[in-house]
Nanobody, 121 residues
Framework: EVQLVESGGGLAQAGGSLRLSCATS????????IGWFREAPGGEREGVSCIDNRDHIANVVSSVKGRFTITSDSARKTAHLQMNSLKPADTAVYYCVAMKECWVLGQGDYWGRGIAVTVSS
């Protein structure tokens, strides 16, 4: 059984930092892309960042560029999202997703349960 478990969320002040982790099990980690999506209260789910474990190419969306960094650790089958210079607009539930290709969601994806991040002003 494939499982993705997020950790590291919580409360931060504006300008602060948090580091999210996505621990995977049962997944052929090196064959997947790992992405982070978020859903703000009353908002739509949006992609934040993604790294393809086959070529280690990483991407972030413009709204977090320069502030968020995604990395992956193949030995530990874990991905991380380092979030710096946090803004209240970053408040959301963050989901870790294992995909066949970055940004391309499909039936073969695996999702974590999500973890809340709250940034106070």
């Amino acid at each position: 059984e494939v499982q993705l478990v997020e950790s590291g969320g919580g409360l931060a002040q504006a300008g602060g930092s948090l580091r999210l982790s996505c621990a995977t099990s049962g997944l052929a980690f090196d064959r997947y892309a790992i992405g982070w999506f978020r859903e703000a209260p009353g908002g739509e789910r949006e992609g934040v960042s993604c790294i393809d474990n086959r070529d280690h190419i990483a991407n972030v969306v413009s709204s977090v560029k320069g502030r968020f960094t995604i990395t992956s650790d193949s030995a530990r089958k874990t991905a991380h999202l380092q979030m710096n210079s946090l803004k209240p607009a970053d408040t959301a539930v963050y989901y870790c997703v294992a995909m066949k290709e970055c940004w391309v969601l499909g039936q073969g994806d695996y999702w974590g349960r999500g973890i809340a991040v709250t940034v106070s002003s």
